[in-house]
Each structure stands twice: as structure tokens, then as C-alpha cells.
């Protein structure tokens, strides 16, 4: 909000209690059809967090949301910032042994979500908690939280991690960052993701402190999310590649049937986007308003670009816009222009670090450098080109492969839905790329390889292809990569 409405030093939850003064019947949130007031908003979340502490929440104590994408889930958050507690986001869809590790990692004061009895005993409330009729819906005046969120690592392997804000649950820890998007003050705002990761939950919080709409999907559909921007003039919309992708492939008169006029800005991250799309949706929408975004959960350092800036510069990333980024070969010697290693980023020189861990130590070099694994390379402009992550890479006979680059070569075929590539074991070669595929339609291995070696050097492409039927990615664009190569790691043959 601007200055003569509400400091930028106000607490979140002053924020909320402003904007419900300022117009109380304006929408806050809407999700599955239904919609609230900023004013029920405000009352609901003040009776909640009343609620919160006789079960004991405390200031600056975890509160672990496990929610699926609805208007509780928000009302929970801004209840947990109400009683200076912190956000902890969890996916409802994890696993019991999932949820447990992370749990016992936080040691949250309420666990949201989840039936009482299965939180590691911690105390737990299920979906649809009521908080008793007779508490107050007056502001409760608690201090802010010393830190604002604290989601689970969006990696997808490995012992479970919490990236902790170091930033106070402060409206300036927030709005700079909704500015730096694009988003302006008002906006209705599309979050097509699942709000227990980073980015949905980040960019809702963005539109609520600049007194937006929030509208929610509670799971992605192509035809629905056009239907969304239609009927409710969205300004500012969030994606990712997959989503993208589904969108465009909906039948032409279909995706031209809706009036999507009112987008400014729609923004994707959160994978790589092929080439081929992301020129779709620039021709399409127009290159102002195709917006993409590369940063970590930790936000050491962020690039943003326009689809202009992009057409000039195809496959980057852009520049960073937050922080400092470098690429370094193996033994930590800064990379020429151009050439592929490793991407570390910092805020930059002396400047503390916005995140901690708990459940990991960082990747670090001297000088406040820090690694997520991230493989890319920097243009003598300073534009980002990414490459893969490092961990993803691929070895083939000693020439590196990069699963990305494979897959939006795959998802250029009109029948590939979408593509994962793993790494296989091999006697001979060391690895080989395996491609995973949903399909929109019948397609041989012969056709494919055919429409790989038009765009791929032959060690590239995939010796093996699989055909399955569940979702490869998650609403987020997220890949249980490792899982998947463990699941298919008996040792081949030679080539």
C-alpha cells in the first residue's frame, strides 16, 4: 500500500486491519466460486488466531499449514501472523513419513491441516476448524514474527529442509518485491500454483499487501484458469511452463474464446521454458506482458525480463535485478563469457543473508557466495542462460547432457504433453538419458528420434522412452526427478 494508507514498517497484520477500514467490502480472496471480504477477512482471521493461541501458539513459533489451495489456507497464514507466529507451508498431498520428517523438524506450535493424533505429537487441527463463536473479532495487537514464512525446500530429494525468512512479518518485507513483479496496487491476481510452495504463497502475500484480489485455483486447469482471467479481469497472472504449455494446447478456438485483455502481466518460473513456448506466448499476449522470473526459495539473488528483452537476448533468463550472480568451474576459477558452470549468488558484499536453514547447511564460498546447484552460463552483457541443475546433469561417455535442454526439445512434438529425462546406469557409456512421456496421442519411438535428430546432437537423445500415465510434474512445475531414475536404475547394457 502506498504511504498515507499504512507504513511500510506496519506489521502484516496491521495491514489486513487497514485495508478492511479502508473498504471493507471490497473481495480479499476468492477460491472454488466463493469469495470474502477484506472486513470478513479481518474478523475471521482475528477470531482464528484467538483461537491459535489457546492451543498454544506463541510469537515467533512455526504454525505448519497442510492445506490444500483454499481461502483457509490464507486465513490460517494471516492467522499465524496476527499472533507473531510464522508461516510453515506443507503440501496436504505428502506422504504420512513426508509430513512426519518435516514436523519433527519444525516443531511447529499447530499443525493446520491434519487430524489430531497424526502431527508427531505436536497439536493439530483438521480442514474446516472452527474457532469458537463467542471469541473476539477485535485486533489482538501482538508484535510481528521475526520471520515471515518458512517453506519446505522446492528440491524433491533428500532429508526434508526449511528455508526460514530472516525478514519480520513486516509489510516491507513484502511490497518492494510485489513492485519489482510488475503488480500494482489493486491488482487482481491469479495463483494458479499450490500455495504450499514458495512461489503461489509469496505472490499472494504480494497481492494482499497491495490491497489486491487474490484469486485461487484450487488445482490447475488450462480452460479454467482462461475462464478465471475472463470473469474476473485478472491483471497479474503466476505460471509455470507446464501450465503454460497445457494452456496453449487447448484447442485454438477454445483458448481464443476467452477475452483475456485485462493481463498485464503474466509471470512464469519455476522450471525452464522452451523456446518454442515461450515465443508462442509472446506472440499471442505480446512481449510486454510475458514476464519470467529465475531465483531460488532462498532469494540470495533474482533476474526478471520481459518477453522484449528476451527476444533480443533468446534463452536467457535476463539479468539480475536482485543481488549478484557468478559462474565458476569446479575448482571455484570464475568461467569466461558464455561458457557453462556452476551459478553462485549473494545479496551481496556484507550484506546478511535473507534466509537460514534448518535441516541443511548452505553451499558456501568466501565472500558471501552460495551455490543451490544451479549449472548456467553469463553473457558479456550480463545475461543469465541456464543450463540445468547440477545434480540433473547427465554424463554420457564424458560429454555432459542436459535434461532440460532434451526435454524442450520433446515437448515440441504436437503429441508430447510433457517430458522428463533421467539418467540410466550404462556398462559402457557411463549414463544414458531415459525420457519419461505423457502423451496427447499415439507416437512411435522412431517418430520421435526422427524429430530429436533435427534438433539434437546424437549423444543427446534418449536411448529409451517410457510411456506413462500419471502427471510427471506437480502444479508447480516440480519433478520428483531422482526418485524417478532410482525407481528405473538397473544397469544396461552396451551401446
Not at 523438524?105 to 489430531?116: I, K, Q
Not at 487474490?214 to 482471467?229: C, D, G, I, W
Not at 558464455?338 to 534466509?355: L, Q, T
Not at 504436437?414 to 502423451?439: C, K, M, N, T, Y
Request: aromatic share 6%.
Amino acid at each position: 500500500m502506498t504511504g498515507d494508507r499504512m507504513t511500510r514498517s506496519a506489521t502484516l497484520a496491521e495491514l489486513v486491519a487497514a485495508l478492511a477500514a479502508a473498504d471493507p467490502d471490497a473481495p480479499a480472496i476468492t477460491c472454488a466460486g466463493s469469495t470474502v471480504t477484506r472486513r470478513q477477512l479481518e474478523e475471521r482471521t482475528n477470531r482464528l488466531a484467538r483461537a491459535y493461541q489457546q492451543l498454544g501458539v506463541t510469537r515467533d513459533s512455526f504454525v505448519t499449514i497442510g492445506l490444500p489451495n483454499t481461502v483457509e489456507f490464507l486465513e490460517a497464514a494471516i492467522a499465524a501472523w496476527k499472533c507473531g507466529a510464522t508461516p510453515q507451508p506443507v503440501s496436504f498431498r505428502l506422504p504420512a513419513r513426508e509430513r512426519q520428517a518435516i514436523i519433527e523438524l519444525a516443531r511447529p506450535s499447530l499443525v493446520v491441516g491434519v487430524e489430531p493424533g497424526e502431527a508427531a505429537g505436536h497439536t493439530a487441527i483438521p480442514a474446516g476448524f472452527e474457532p469458537e463463536a463467542g471469541l473476539s473479532d477485535a485486533p489482538l495487537g501482538e508484535d510481528a514474527a521475526a520471520s515471515w514464512k518458512a517453506p519446505t525446500s522446492g528440491g524433491s530429494t533428500g532429508r526434508p529442509k526449511l528455508i526460514v525468512s530472516t525478514q519480520p512479518a513486516l509489510v516491507e518485507s513484502v511490497e518492494p518485491f510485489a513492485r519489482l513483479l510488475g503488480m500494482t496496487d489493486g491488482d487482481t491476481v491469479l495463483i494458479t500454483g499450490p500455495l504450499s510452495h514458495n512461489a503461489p504463497f509469496l505472490l499472494s502475500t504480494c497481492a494482499l499487501v497491495l490491497g489486491g484480489h487474490v484469486v485461487l485455483m484450487p488445482r490447475f486447469e488450462a480452460e479454467s484458469a482462461l475462464q478465471l482471467v475472463q470473469e474476473h479481469a485478472v491483471d497479474w497472472m503466476y505460471a509455470v511452463p507446464t501450465m503454460m504449455g497445457r494452456i496453449w494446447r487447448l484447442p485454438e478456438e477454445q483458448r481464443l474464446g476467452y477475452d483475456v485483455s485485462s493481463l498485464r502481466v503474466v509471470l512464469h518460473m519455476a522450471a525452464p521454458c522452451p523456446p518454442w513456448l515461450k515465443r508462442a506466448w509472446i506472440d499471442w499476449l505480446g512481449p510486454e506482458r510475458v514476464w519470467e522470473l529465475y531465483g531460488a526459495t532462498e532469494v540470495q539473488a533474482v533476474t526478471l525480463l520481459t518477453g522484449s528483452e528476451w527476444l533480443s537476448h533468446p534463452g536467457t533468463v535476463g539479468r539480475p535485478v536482485v543481488g549478484e550472480m557468478q559462474v565458476l568451474d569446479p575448482a571455484g576459477a570464475p568461467l569466461p563469457a558464455g561458457e557453462i558452470g556452476e551459478i553462485w549468488m549473494r545479496r551481496g558484499p556484507g550484506v546478511p543473508s535473507p534466509y537460514r536453514y534448518l535441516g541443511a547447511d548452505a553451499r558456501t564460498m568466501d565472500d558471501g557466495w552460495e551455490s543451490v546447484g544451479d549449472m548456467g552460463s553469463i553473457d558479456e552483457e550480463g545475461y543469465v542462460y541456464l543450463a540445468d541443475r547440477k545434480s540433473d546433469m547427465l554424463i554420457v561417455g564424458g560429454a555432459n547432457v542436459y535434461p532440460a535442454e532434451v526435454e524442450a526439445a520433446l515437448s515440441e512434438h504436437p503429441s508430447v504433453r510433457s517430458a522428463v529425462v533421467i539418467a540410466l546406469p550404462h556398462d559402457d557409456l557411463g549414463q544414458v538419458p531415459h525420457a519419461l512421456l505423457e502423451l496427447d496421442g499415439e507416437v512411435t519411438d522412431e517418430e520421435l528420434r526422427a524429430h530429436l535428430t533435427e534438433r539434437l546432437a546424437s549423444y543427446k537423445i534418449p536411448r529409451s522412452f517410457e510411456r506413462v500415465r500419471e502427471p510427471l510434474r506437480d502444479d508447480a512445475g516440480k519433478v520428483r526427478r531422482s526418485a524417478l531414475a532410482a525407481a528405473r536404475a538397473e544397469p544396461t547394457g552396451r551401446a
